[in-house]
């Protein structure tokens, strides 16, 4: 499959992660010291949903690494640095849950937020990772993007309708 920069993308051992860049640079940090992108690691098994997702994150500016199951996500969050984790909590091999669980123990400074579209597991996600905000399927792209905006404290600009 060929994702949105023209790479190939497939499941599996061997994937590649998505890696967009946002256009309009979201920053985060002092007025006075070097800003950087804010970093978004979007997890999601559903290849339309993720790339839905990461080409409206990275319009409204975020950079975005997108795998395709969370097994594939443990390299890089011991390996860089990520500002929100982004995770559907039904996923093969490591659910959403197992992921934000990783994640709060080595990057605990890691914000997390899942999508889900099962109610029963939302109740779920919200006990095992309470500071995590959920965000029920279906929902439309601006919404997504406002609420990761209000998250870091943001005026969302994203030019979604």
């Known amino acids: 499959m060929e994702n ?34 804010i970093r978004i690691l979007v997890a999601e098994d559903d ?5 839905y997702l990461s080409r409206a994150l990275e319009r409204s500016g975020y ?3 997108a795998v395709d199951r969370g097994t594939a996500a443990l390299p890089y969050i011991a390996a860089e640095r990520f500002d929100l984790l982004l ?17 709060a123990s080595v990057a605990p400074a890691t914000r997390v937020m899942f999508i889900t579209g099962f ?13 995590a905000k959920v965000l029920s399927k279906p929902f439309h792209l601006r919404d997504l993007v406002m609420e990761v905006d209000r998250i870091f404290g943001r005026d969302s600009a994203s030019g979604l309708s």
């Open 119 to 131: 109610a029963a597991v939302t109740l779920r996600a919200g006990r095992a990772v309470p500071e």
């Open 4 to 37: 949105l920069n023209g790479l190939s993308h497939k499941k599996g051992s061997d994937a590649k992660p998505e890696r967009l860049r946002g256009v309009h640079a979201r920053k985060q940090g002092n007025a006075g010291a070097k800003q950087r992108m």
């Open 47 to 51: 290849d339309s949903m993720r790339q």
């Open 63 to 65: 950079e975005v690494v």
């Open 87 to 103: 995770t559907d909590i039904v996923m093969p091999e490591m659910d959403g849950i197992e992921l934000a669980q990783h994640v």
